[in-house]
């Protein structure tokens, strides 16, 4: 590309790029404009003067934020970085974006709900998180809405893939290891790919750039809001694993016994029910994403 068309591509800031979010996006933000990942070791979110410094410097076009406190059980004897990355951060980087005028993309959690509704959760379900990990999600949700600035926060749910700390990849270790495993069935959701995340991201992405260069200027001020980005249809953490070891090691797969969650004591509560309906991002962007099982399959045979 000459330099001259270099000079007139957005840029495009991305946080946590080792991440398995992260990761994906900078794949799939290729040839959106000039997309710049940092890790933490360039970007520490838990420093908010390194935040702004950063922001600054760069002037991005649109920030994404895939970054976050993800240990969900370390998180309940760690309120304090778990507030740093998931809840203080997130303002820090929208108070930034609003100066900036610029767009932010941010990630969020079917966490932030209870798990006692007895259907999937829309966006203007109430709130109420059960653990660490989901208030400090929703505090940087919150603080995001309140800096004024054009934002697209995503919630999604049972990320994985095939790289970083996941159940994906616990579940083909175990699998290989052992001849019986016993997985919670009474929580449901939807596992979600990075892949896919990162994919419907890329193209929101391009249709609000699109609409920018055609002299749309309210294009992200009209859509900023919460949407729901998981794939569609749910399973059990059960379930999930019978695929994976399915799809993975076909007879070989080791028998999977269903048990309760109280069966499996960990530090932080889930919800029961984590389904998030996609009907508002399908409205509003037209994206229909992949089933949990189609997406499952791509994942493994990448």
């Known amino acids: 590309m000459r330099e ?29 404009g000039r997309v710049i990942g940092l890790d933490r070791a360039a970007l520490d979110l838990s420093d908010p003067d390194q935040i702004r410094r950063v922001a600054r410097e760069v002037r991005p076009s649109v920030i994404v934020n895939p970054a976050a406190y993800t240990a969900v059980d370390k998180a309940e004897s760690d309120l304090d970085g778990a507030m740093r990355l998931n809840a203080h951060a997130p303002g820090i980087l929208a108070e930034e974006a609003k100066r900036l005028g610029a767009p932010l993309i941010h990630y969020s959690t079917d966490y932030v709900f209870d798990g006692m509704k007895d259907a999937p959760y829309v966006e203007t379900d109430a709130t109420n998180p059960q653990n660490v990990y989901g ?9 995001i809405a309140a800096s004024g600035c054009d934002y697209l926060i995503l919630r999604t749910s049972w990320v994985y893939g095939r790289r970083g700390k996941n159940f994906l990849l616990t579940m083909l270790r175990l699998g290989a290891e052992r001849s019986e495993l016993r997985v919670v069935a009474d929580q449901t959701g939807a596992p979600t790919w990075s892949n896919t995340i990162a994919m419907a991201t ?15 200027s309210g294009w992200w001020c009209e859509r900023s809001g919460v949407y729901n980005l998981t794939s569609r249809d749910a399973t059990s953490w059960h379930g999930f694993t019978e695929a994976i070891l399915d799809m993975s090691m076909g007879d070989q797969a080791p028998k999977v016994l269903p048990i309760s969650a ?26 229909r994403l992949p089933t949990w099982d189609e997406a499952l399959r791509l994942c493994l045979t990448q």
């Not at 890329?202 to 749309?216: E, K, S």
């Not at 029961?272 to 994206?287: E, I, Y």
């Open 135 to 143: 208030r400090t999600k929703l505090e940087g949700e919150q603080a």
């Open 262 to 287: 109280s069966e499996y004591p960990v530090p932080a509560k889930r919800p029961a029910n984590s389904r998030l309906a996609g009907d508002k991002l399908a409205d509003t962007f037209g994206l």
């Open 4 to 32: 001259g068309a270099m000079e007139n591509q957005p840029t495009i800031l991305v946080t946590g790029v080792n991440g398995q979010v992260g990761y994906e996006l900078l794949r799939s933000l290729q040839g959106l």
């Open 202 to 216: 890329a193209h929101i992405m391009a249709q609000g750039l699109t609409a920018q260069r055609l002299g749309d």
